[in-house]
């Protein structure tokens, strides 16, 4: 069966600070590694990985995916109020419904 | 920005009802999905659906629970005879193409079986 696990569950940290997010995964016919951003509402797409040892940016946030350890990070540098939400990771699985098993999320607080 | 729709946002029914949950995903997407979160779960698959045929589900998607896209834009999830398992947030979404698994959500109905 397949599984994403990420840690940790939550964190409190202050603006400013730096965080990483971790992502562990067991994907039968793995394609890609994504990570979306979950406020009160629909999850949104920030990252999609295939490859590893290539970091994708965006801005402040940052991720990479290694495939022979199964594993990927999220980096959010200089942390805003505004990054305060759950952190879903997926792995994508490469077959006709092209389904994502995700994790059980991080969810981040950050304080000012 | 493009984004997938859905209707009710809240849908409160009684054990046994039948519900449809309505989705508009983005016009020049042609994969279609149904994911649900159950309140302090994980997002689980459902469903996907390409030309106008499921293409994948899951064990949850048992007989209970049907798609269809009567139209050319919307895509519904019909549960027949809710049972209070099924209370959960219930997530539309679409991607263009299945090469890439990125898929764009929306912003979920929430389904409450009393």
Same mark, same amino acid.
């Given at each position: ?26 994907? $039968? ?6 990570? +979306?951003?979950?406020?009160?509402? @629909?999850?949104?797409?920030?990252? #999609? !990985? %295939? ?27 200089? $942390? ?6 759950? +952190?879903?990771?997926?792995?994508? @699985?490469?077959?006709?419904?092209? #389904? !994502? %098993? ?11 | ?114």
């Amino acid at each position: 069966e397949d599984k994403v696990v990420q840690s940790p569950l939550s964190l409190v940290v202050h603006e400013g600070d730096t965080v990483t997010l971790n992502c562990s995964y067991e994907v $039968t016919n793995f394609r890609s590694l994504l990570w +979306y951003k979950q406020e009160k509402k @629909a999850p949104t797409f920030l990252f #999609m !990985l %295939t490859s590893s040892g290539i970091e994708k940016k965006s801005g402040r946030l940052s991720s990479i995916l290694d495939k022979k350890e199964l594993f990927s990070i999220l980096n959010i540098t200089a $942390t805003q109020t505004g990054d305060s939400a759950i +952190y879903l990771c997926a792995g994508g @699985a490469n077959n006709a419904g092209n #389904m !994502l %098993t995700f994790g059980g999320g991080t969810r981040l607080m950050v304080k000012p | 920005e493009p984004e997938v729709t859905q209707t009710p946002s809240h849908q409160v029914t009684q054990m046994g009802q039948e519900v449809i949950l309505r989705c508009v995903p983005i016009s020049n997407h042609l994969y279609f999905y149904w994911y649900r979160q159950i309140l302090g779960q994980k997002v689980e698959f459902l469903v996907s659906f390409y030309n106008n045929e499921i293409s994948e589900k899951s064990e949850i998607f048992d007989d209970q629970f049907s798609v269809e896209r009567p139209d050319g834009s919307n895509f519904t999830l019909k549960i027949r005879s809710t049972k209070l398992e099924d209370s959960a947030m219930y997530f539309c979404a679409s991607s263009s193409f299945s090469g890439a698994n990125v898929l764009t959500f929306g912003a979920g109905s929430r389904l409450t079986v009393l």
